[in-house]
């Protein structure tokens, strides 16, 4: 699960929009202390290959504040 929070609900909205668009689970867009917030988990997989250095780019592209990545555990 991937959770990405900045200061701009655009940029938020646009990283939702990308992975949603790649098979991801989005959750709905909240705000938490003066911050949007919003997660992503990967449907039907644990982890893709180069699936940390193609969001990695996607966070460095927008310059989201802050990504966190948690492994999940079935």
Known sequence: MHT???VE???IEIIA???QQAGYR???????DCQFMVTARLEGQTQM???HD???GI???FAIEEW???EESS
């Open 68 to 70: 966190t990545m948690n």
């Open 4 to 6: 990405f929070r900045s």
């Open 49 to 51: 290959e180069g699936e």
């Open 54 to 56: 193609r969001i990695k």
């Open 59 to 61: 966070v460095q592209h």
């Open 26 to 32: 989005i959750s709905r867009i909240r705000a938490i």
């Open 9 to 11: 609900r655009e940029k």
């Open 17 to 19: 929009g990308l992975l």
